[in-house]
């Protein structure tokens, strides 16, 4: 069975769920985290450059991090997202405080978000998650698998804690050398 997981691990590029692994093979007795668990075990044993990780609610082969330059010299180039500063900050918004109206979205950033919507959706990181249930039923946005897959994400709890994120800035901010004894 070990060999089957990882053969559909190797042939898919999105993530490979239990859903899928039972579809394919049409039962669902088979435990795929147990599975991955003992396929990691091997791969850490034999000093193995890949592991399998969770990502979007599945599981997909990925090299270790300290391979990735070799990988970068291989394909020449390094793929990444590039997103303005306005699309940054509306992704930010959005993944926090999901599902979110354009309305609240504008309100937090005060400016037209119109265009960097549209710009997130066509990246495919930010779907429409409904409507609200209020007067004008206000179109929801959220991310997307995409978003996650982007990010290395499994879930949107990975997400880091705003106060975490507030208390690495602020000590950035901090210069050396200047605290309130040096005065």
Known sequence: MKSIVEVLLFATSDPLTQAKLNACLQDDSTDLDEIIRELNEEYEKSEKGIYIGKIAG????LSKPEYHLYIQRLYNKIKKLHLSHAATEA????????PVSRAELESIRGVNCDSVVRT????????IKGREDGMGRAILYGTTLTFLEAFGLNSITDLPQLKEIKELVESEETPIGNTDETK
């Open 91 to 98: 992704l930010t918004v959005i993944a926090y405080r999901q």
């Open 58 to 61: 599945g599981y997909q082969i």
């Open 120 to 127: 997130l959706m066509e990246k495919e990181l930010v779907t």
